[in-house]
C-alpha cells in the first residue's frame, strides 16, 4: 500500500510539473475571469476579451465575456452564430451540445477574410454575476484539427470567474 501511494505522488507531481511547463496562467481583473492557456498560444488582452494567436499553429482563439442572464439567452446566440461587418460569418454545423447545467459548445463552419474556416466554441456562464465566457477557436477548414479543439478545451475547463 506504501508503494502505491509512492507511485500515486510522484505521477502527480511529475504531472504538475508538465502541466506548468506547458500550460500557463492568465488573470483579469476588469473582465472578471481567470483561465489557463497552453503557452504556443500567446493571448492578448481586448476590451471584452482575448485574441490568443500561435506562431506553431494556423488560426486563432477569441474569448468573449458578455452579459447573459440565463443559458437559453446565451444558446440562441451561440445558435444565431457570428457574422461581422467586414463579412466574416460562421454558422452552426450541428446541434449544441450542453456541458453541464452552464455550459454550451458546437461546430462551425464559414469564412474569415475570404478563407473557408472551421471553428469549435465552447460557453460557460456564471449565473451569479450574469455573465458569460465565450471561447472560440477558428482556423483555415483544410488545417482544422484536434491540436485546435485540444487547446480551445484546456482554456474552457480551466476558465473560471473571480
Do not use: C
Not at 457574422?83 to 459548445?105: F, I, P, V, Y
Not at 463552419?109 to 450574469?130: A, H, P, Q
Not at 472560440?136 to 483544410?142: T, W
Amino acid at each position: 500500500m506504501k508503494f502505491l501511494t509512492t507511485i500515486l505522488l510522484v505521477l502527480f507531481v511529475s504531472y504538475s510539473t508538465f502541466a506548468q511547463e506547458f500550460e500557463k496562467k492568465e488573470t483579469n481583473d476588469s473582465l472578471g475571469i481567470e483561465f489557463t492557456y497552453p503557452i504556443n498560444w500567446k493571448p492578448t488582452a481586448q476590451k471584452a476579451g482575448y485574441l490568443l494567436g500561435s506562431e506553431k499553429m494556423e488560426g486563432f482563439i477569441l474569448i468573449r465575456v458578455e452579459p447573459y442572464k440565463t443559458l437559453k439567452k446565451m444558446k440562441e446566440a451561440m445558435q444565431n452564430g457570428i457574422l461581422q461587418e467586414d463579412g466574416s460569418k460562421l454558422t452552426l454545423l450541428n446541434e449544441l451540445q450542453t456541458m453541464g447545467d452552464d455550459g454550451l459548445a458546437g461546430m462551425y463552419e464559414g469564412s474569415v477574410d475570404g478563407t473557408k474556416v472551421r471553428g469549435f466554441m465552447m460557453s460557460k456562464l456564471d449565473k451569479k454575476s450574469g455573465k458569460g465566457a465565450v471561447v472560440i477557436v477558428v482556423a483555415p477548414q483544410d488545417r482544422f484539427n484536434q491540436s485546435h479543439m485540444d487547446a480551445l478545451k484546456t482554456i474552457a475547463r480551466t476558465l473560471v470567474f473571480i
